[in-house]
């Protein structure tokens, strides 16, 4: 029920009924900001737990704070919990990608193999150019000994290595497939990449 107005504009609240306040996400983005800047103190953990604890209360689609506090429950190793969190935002918004990208990490965690591939899949059937979900399902291929899987890993790190994602870790990655391959010159294309990367003034120039 709404609030009846008194003369003064002032609210009038009449005994023995309840009221609904119904608070806008952009209301809320201050639990969030402040929460995200308590995390970077190991000590005030909980303080940011309890922040947006409390965002959800105030608003229970409010699918940012679901995400954040199932990283932050990530982040203390409480893995039940952050799956609770996830799959609770999913009833909101069940194409979420980030969200079906972070349920998935998650069971991979807790070594739910199928179901974390299920949840990345669908990341990338409603947002195809997830890059997380990209890189961490070619991780995860590549780390199997099934030779079908493996090349699926390839190709994700492949596509990936188009873009700017972590070139570090894709090159990385690929330089270990093509070496378990025995296509050295390859590998050592993707490794003088990596090196580029990370020490470009070490790297001495290509011979021509």
Avoid: C, W
């Avoid at 107005?5 to 209301?27: I, N």
């Avoid at 991780?139 to 990936?160: G, I, N, V």
């Amino acid at each position: 029920m709404g609030l009846t107005l008194s003369l003064s504009g002032t609210p009038v609240r009449h005994a023995g009924m309840t009221y609904h306040t119904r608070v806008s996400p952009k209301d809320l983005t201050v639990f969030i900001n402040l929460a995200n800047l308590l995390v970077k103190d190991q000590n005030r953990l909980e303080e940011a737990d309890a922040l947006l604890r409390r965002a959800i209360s105030l608003r229970e689609d409010y699918v940012d704070a679901y995400q954040n506090r199932g990283s932050l429950l990530v982040r203390l190793q409480r893995f039940s919990e952050a799956e609770q969190m996830y799959r609770a935002g999913l009833k909101h918004q069940p194409t979420n990608a980030a969200l079906l990208y972070n349920l998935g990490v998650v069971l991979l965690e807790t070594n739910r193999t199928e179901e974390a591939y299920l949840n990345f899949h669908k990341a990338l059937f409603y947002e195809p150019g997830h890059e997380q979900t990209k890189f961490v399902l070619a991780a995860s291929y590549a780390d199997t000994s099934d030779p079908q899987l493996r090349e699926k890993a390839r190709l994700l790190y492949e596509e990936l290595s188009q873009g700017d994602f972590d070139p570090v870790r894709v090159h990385f990655g690929l330089a270990l497939l093509y070496s378990d391959a025995s296509d050295f010159e390859t590998a050592i294309k993707h490794y003088n990449t990596v090196l580029k990367v990370s020490f470009p003034p070490l790297l001495p120039p290509p011979r021509s």
